[in-house]
């Protein structure tokens, strides 16, 4: 049953993404158009305000509440797909990198829909989707059987909220990661088809605002959970290290956003270089080992 | 940021005298200001951030290898394949023990020192602000303020000042409202003490610290701890505590073959005194007092019998074979006997690999003076039978297995979790609980009416503009309504 409801996932994240570039192709081809023809009926969609989510009528528009609607079945059988694989494995889905990844595409999902429906910027689906449906493609490429756990993840309690709590964050970063990129992609005073940089500014800082306290729930609850199980809060473990890294680069990012001369695209690029430690932080221990490397444990 | 400002003892006559008129209290402040400077804190938080990179992607040398200068250069040897002509680099620049280096401390101590003076800073304004809050505010402020609107009320001021206050009210604002003269003054501010919220993540990243530099005077932390079973272990650093683990026992999953658990029961004496026993796992370590104990590896044990010549037994107990020999091919562990002076180290053959001299079943025994680079007696023993080396009787009782631990004191870790408890909190306060004032004045008019003024900073708080549009919209429907009535 998980298997299904994560292909269904898939492909529903797939389509939607389609939706939303179809829907985004048309904006912007309908602005074009309006370049030549400024004073036809043609300028519809274009002229409805610039924005993806503004462009309500036409087909363009259409496609793009498909898309949200396609989203919104994605985030359903992707929560189906963990749900069902919480009931078979017996523990939170998040013991490996298949649980993880299908985990961490479900909070990309989430958090972008969350963000969608409280600002109504579509636009950020055309960047927020493809990062989930990266980690659905990535999760397709790794073996997904569930093995007995190790002895270090065997607490329930722990490797649950743990892990849970990091997901948010790292859906949140994903949400302020794609804000941040459409910020910068656009030439200052703003681009027609995109939403205005300031709003991109702040949903990237509400984005923020909800991860760093999750990130940072999640770098304490693993400094407790490496009490019990290590021996030690920290150990410069590279994944600690790396969400360590992380903390520090969303943390300098909420006080660029007050200092001069970092306002704006300086803020924006910590984010996206947040994100990329955030990747980092996820992938880290397919190649620098550690204490999370969750195969070839040879001690604990 | 407020601007520096000179002090200077007198007015210079020229650029050149007012540079040589630095007090001390200017660099003071100087360096006041550098340190309360969100730049500064940003700077540092990057470099900060770069430094811990350098950890992740740098191999990082274990923590007690610098202190033994030799181990160290092999290590770096060991590396040098990976780094190349880097290593060297590397190495003197302090890369390969990052978080050790002054690099990393040196900015740790910078950014904490500005964290520190930060909140110094802030402190009193905030209390200021929530317990003291200006009340009134002048036309200007209602002219340029982020956000600001102005509407008109009903003839009636007080029933104007009702509409305004219940307003402010009923989106969870807390009012205080002053009469100057004809004006009517409102002042509105929503969870005052959340900015609070900014000092206590702030301070707690000084509590963490404290914690960290507790742990690492006072505490100690063996991480090689092996308990051959049925042997008592002093556990030593002081505690006067002595460890038997009775039994262990590692489980494999039947499917895989990966390790499903690890478990040893062990016993606590102190004294002489039992005073704690446990079955520990990975997850389920024995705490005693401040000490812990962690399941951490396992491995064999050579029980080994000493007698000397008068057969008076002077040693029976498992060895752990700790060490792997260079080649891989086999495992060494070692033990003294203090009263004779003598160091006796045990060979083994690793379990799957051929060694060139001993078979498997039997042991190598070497006898050094305590100190001495050179065996005084080699020999090697089939398992069960005496033989006489260094003129003791040597026997090579049985293969066990040992319980590696982790034996830890750390009398930092209650300000660490304190710390971390009040981040946590701190940053939910700050980021959930946004902080909102604002101030409107009533005012009549000459008309019959009376003009209502709003006025709002933003302070990192965007969403405000949204709500206080929607709260304005809200508030001239009811005041047009009073007026109509």
């Known amino acids: 049953m998980s298997e299904y409801s994560f292909i269904a996932g898939l492909l529903a994240a797939g389509l939607a993404l389609l939706c939303y570039a179809i829907a985004f192709a048309s904006v912007r081809l309908a602005q074009r158009r309006s370049v030549f023809t400024p004073a036809g009926a043609g300028a519809g969609a274009g002229a409805e305000g610039g924005s993806l989510a503004m462009a309500s009528r036409g087909s363009s528009g259409s496609f793009a509440v498909y898309g949200t609607l396609i989203a919104w079945l994605a985030a359903g059988f992707i929560t189906a797909s963990l749900i069902f694989r919480t009931i078979a494995v017996g523990h939170g889905p998040f013991a490996n990198m298949y649980e993880f990844s299908v985990a961490f595409a479900w909070g990309v999902l989430v958090m972008y829909l969350y963000f969608e429906r409280r600002y109504h910027q579509r636009a950020l689906g055309l960047v927020a989707l493809p990062v989930a449906l990266a980690m659905l493609l990535y999760a397709t490429t790794i073996p997904s059987t569930s093995e007995p756990l190790v002895p270090a993840l065997q607490n329930n309690l722990l490797l649950t909220i743990h892990v849970a709590v990091a997901i948010v964050a790292y859906g949140t970063f994903s949400v302020a990661f794609a804000a941040a990129v459409l910020f910068l992609i656009q030439p200052e005073g703003g681009r027609r088809g995109l939403p205005r940089p300031e709003l991109l500014d702040e949903i990237s800082y509400k984005a923020v605002v909800i991860g760093f306290p999750f990130l940072t729930l999640t770098i304490v609850l693993g400094a407790v959970w490496a009490d019990v199980a290590w021996g030690s809060y920290w150990s410069w473990d590279p994944k600690e290290t790396a969400s360590l890294v992380t903390w520090l680069i969303y943390g300098a990012y909420l006080h660029a956003r007050v200092v001069r001369g970092w306002r704006g695209s300086g803020s924006a690029w910590l984010l996206v270089l947040g994100f990329g430690a955030t990747l980092f932080t996820y992938f880290g221990n397919l190649f620098f080992g550690g204490l999370h490397s969750y195969a070839g444990l040879n001690q604990q | ?485």
């Open chain 2, 1 to 485: 940021m407020s601007q520096i400002a000179p002090t200077l003892t007198s007015e210079p006559v020229d650029d050149l005298e007012g540079g040589l008129a630095i007090s001390p209290a200017f660099l003071l402040e100087r360096v006041w200001h550098f340190f309360i400077s969100m730049r500064t804190g940003l700077v540092l938080i990057l470099v900060l951030a770069a430094l811990s990179l350098v950890g992740t992607m740098l191999v990082q040398a274990s923590p007690g290898l610098k202190s033994d200068p030799q181990a160290y250069a092999a290590w770096v040897e060991s590396v040098r394949p990976k780094y190349g002509g880097w290593t060297g680099v590397f190495n003197s620049l302090g890369f390969f023990s990052i978080f050790d280096s002054i690099w990393f401390k040196g900015t740790v101590t910078l950014l904490i020192t500005s964290v520190v003076a930060c909140s110094i800073n802030r402190a009193p304004l905030l209390w200021k602000q929530a317990t003291h809050p200006r009340l009134s505010m002048a036309d200007t402020f209602f002219e340029h303020a982020p956000l600001h609107a102005t509407l008109s009320g009903p003839s009636d001021a007080d029933a104007a000042l009702a509409e305004v206050d219940g307003a402010f009210r009923s989106h969870g604002f807390r009012t205080v409202v002053e009469q100057e003269g004809d004006d009517i003054h409102l002042y509105a501010d929503r969870f005052r003490w959340a900015p609070f919220g900014t000092v206590i993540a702030h301070l707690s990243l000084v509590l963490v610290l404290v914690g960290v530099i507790l742990g690492t005077a006072l505490g100690f932390r063996n991480t090689d701890f092996a308990a051959p079973i049925g042997a008592k272990v002093d556990v030593g650093n002081g505690t006067g505590l002595t460890l038997q683990a009775t039994s262990f026992t590692d489980s494999y999953s039947t499917d895989n073959g990966a390790p499903s658990d690890y478990a040893s029961d062990l016993v606590l004496y102190k004294d002489g005194q039992q005073v704690a026993a446990q079955t520990i796992r990975v997850n389920q370590p024995l705490r005693y007092g401040d000490v812990s104990f962690y399941q951490s590896f396992f491995g064999p044990a050579a029980v080994m019998q000493v007698k000397d010549a008068s057969g008076k037994v002077l040693f029976d107990e498992g060895v752990p074979l700790l060490w792997g020999s260079n080649d891989g091919k086999e495992r060494v562990g070692q033990f003294t006997l203090p009263d004779q002076g003598l160091t006796i180290f045990v060979v083994e053959p690793q379990s799957g690999e051929v060694s060139p001299t001993i078979k498997a079943g039997q042991a190598q025994v070497e006898v050094y003076k305590s100190g001495s680079e050179t065996a005084t007696d080699i020999k090697i023993l089939d398992q069960g039978k005496a033989a006489t080396v260094g003129g003791l009787s040597v026997t090579f009782a049985r293969e066990r297995q040992f319980t590696g631990l982790i034996v830890a004191r750390d009398p930092g870790v209650p300000f660490v979790w304190g710390g971390a408890l009040a981040l946590v909190l701190g940053v939910c306060l700050v980021f959930f609980f946004s902080n909102r004032r604002a101030w409107a004045r009533i005012r009549r008019g000459d008309d019959g009416t009376t003009s209502v003024r709003i006025g709002a900073v933003i302070r990192h708080d965007v969403a405000f503009e949204t709500d206080f549009r929607q709260f304005i919209d809200g508030l001239k429907l009811a005041l047009d309504g009073r007026s109509a009535s």
